[in-house]
């Protein structure tokens, strides 16, 4: 199992020391103020980790993204991909080494009900003694959502992005409300093509027609603000890009740390 992380102006310490542990290979992506679009500098390589600069564009969920379609075609097995602060958020990276048997892997704190129905019963879930605070209403998209200072996709828009007019999922989908880590296997990543990937990247750029402008603020607070709302937005998409026909019955979770899914 290979393991990907991102950086800027952050350490990388205790996702090393945890490849170190289980002798994982890793690659650091760390963000660059002062290169462009499609630059990047391999700042330290060994035969087990590497560190690669790349522009500074969302959060980690850039690398990610950035790392499958460079390695599209070479992708290893099975891939974790981490936030390096994952120890500030508590989330136990051992599940992903010790829970057998799963194609996609989902880990965290604070188990959130995705919903992208907005038809959807939620007493079924008020009946199950979840509560709304733990509920969450995917069904906006960014055309939808009242915001005239600010508008950037939501976690719909990107389905809408991958799948076109495909029906989200009718279930609740279950997720982590604290910026997960996930693994995938290669198999899951490759049943999508390399250009869905790209799109997905694309929206990250400038001057492309997928945010508006956010008046009053310079570039940089919006390049912040917009690196904020993609990752709260993605981290709720990464079990459904990857997991194409979930279900509810496929998922093994402790509901407190991670949610695996083998299909």
């Given at each position: 199992?290979?393991v990907?992380?991102s950086v800027?102006k952050?350490r990388y310490?205790?996702?090393l020391?945890?490849c170190l542990k289980y002798?994982?290979d890793?690659i ?6 002062s290169?462009?679009?499609d630059?990047?500098?391999i ?7 590497t560190i690669?600069?790349?522009p500074?564009?969302g959060?980690?969920?850039y690398s990610f993204?950035?790392?499958?379609i460079k390695h599209?075609?070479a992708l290893?097995?099975?891939i ?6 994952f120890m500030?958020?508590t989330i136990n990276l ?5 829970i ?6 989902l880990m965290?704190?604070?188990l ?5 129905n907005?038809?959807?019963d939620i ?8 509560r709304d605070?733990d509920?969450?209403r995917?069904?906006?998209?960014r055309?939808t ?9 939501t ?5 809408k992005?991958?799948?076109g007019?495909?029906?989200?999922p009718k279930?609740?989908i279950l ?8 693994c ?5 990543i490759l049943?999508h093509?390399l250009?869905?990937?790209?799109r997905?990247?694309?929206?990250f ?6 945010w ?7 570039e940089?607070?919006q ?6 709302r ?7 998409f990464?079990?459904v890009?990857f997991?194409q026909?979930?279900?509810t019955n496929?998922?093994?979770?402790d509901?407190r ?5 083998n299909?």
């Amino acid at each position: 199992m290979l393991v990907v992380t991102s950086v800027y102006k952050d350490r990388y310490d205790n996702v090393l020391n945890f490849c170190l542990k289980y002798g994982l290979d890793l690659i650091v992506y760390n963000k660059n103020d002062s290169l462009k679009l499609d630059e990047e500098i391999i700042t330290k390589k060994t035969d087990h980790f590497t560190i690669i600069d790349i522009p500074n564009y969302g959060r980690c969920d850039y690398s990610f993204l950035y790392y499958i379609i460079k390695h599209y075609s070479a992708l290893p097995d099975k891939i974790l991909f981490t936030k390096a602060n994952f120890m500030d958020q508590t989330i136990n990276l051992e599940n992903s080494i010790h829970i057998l048997d799963y194609k996609f892997l989902l880990m965290g704190k604070h188990l959130k009900y995705g919903i992208f129905n907005k038809d959807y019963d939620i007493n079924k879930l008020f009946s199950r003694g979840i509560r709304d605070y733990d509920i969450e209403r995917l069904f906006q998209t960014r055309d939808t959502i009242n915001d005239p200072c600010f508008q950037s996709y939501t976690t719909l828009d990107f389905y809408k992005m991958v799948y076109g007019d495909k029906i989200p999922p009718k279930d609740e989908i279950l997720n982590f409300g604290h910026g997960p880590s996930f693994c995938v296997c290669k198999e899951l990543i490759l049943a999508h093509s390399l250009e869905v990937y790209k799109r997905l990247l694309d929206t990250f750029y400038p001057n492309k027609g997928h945010w508006t402008k956010w008046m009053g603020y310079s570039e940089n607070e919006q390049y912040l603000h917009l690196g904020k709302r993609y990752h709260d937005n993605l981290l709720r998409f990464w079990m459904v890009l990857f997991v194409q026909n979930y279900s509810t019955n496929n998922i093994r979770t402790d509901y407190r740390n991670y949610c695996a899914i083998n299909i």
